[in-house]
């Protein structure tokens, strides 16, 4: 068994790869999204493979688990109406931990799980080197902690980073980046046993 894992700047990349996974694991495949926003628009700038379109792709394939969601436009929140997707863990409601978002996220993944991260998930106090910023993110420990329970309780079969614009001058956010591939990539090889203790 190999994992793959892609990294990025363009989050269009993410449709290849679970177009991939769903051949593999079929009907047991879910994916995980963190991101600030929904990229579920049908076409956007003339085309339905732009990077704002690619969760849509993604959803034609398998379930999708939003988490982090700040901004979404008219189209998408009437597609989600037309489809009743609920799969989606707005960043306002991670503010409250009464709200047990993160076991609703375990919920509703399946047993085999690819993660996209968009990097603008992440809130720009500690990720700014992104296309699109949006405040109210996600912060790092809080990442961290879905991250790692979902790679306990569930079986990641890969995963990608995406949307990293450097700021030249400013490594901190590459340096996050690379560190968060890092993590994930221990933990993943800790749980199936990949690595001595």
Known sequence: NKLPVMLGGEHSITSGAVKAAKAKYKK??????????????????????????????????????QVGIRNTCKDEIEFF????HDGIIWASQMADPKNNWIERVLSRLSDDVYITIDLDALDPSIMPAVGTPEPGGMLWYQTLELLTKVIDKKNVIGFDVVELCPIPGNIASDFLAAKLVFKMLGRIFKKNGWISK
Do not use: F, G, W
């Not at 879910?30 to 003339?46: F, K, P």
């Not at 990077?51 to 394939?61: G, I, K, N, P």
């Not at 109406?81 to 009743?84: F, N, Q």
């Open 28 to 65: 047991s495949l879910s994916v995980l999204q963190l991101d600030a926003h929904s990229d579920m628009r049908d076409e956007y700038e003339n085309t339905i493979y732009n990077h704002a379109c690619v969760m849509r792709r993604v959803y034609d394939l398998a379930p999708v688990t």
């Open 81 to 84: 109406k037309k489809v009743k």
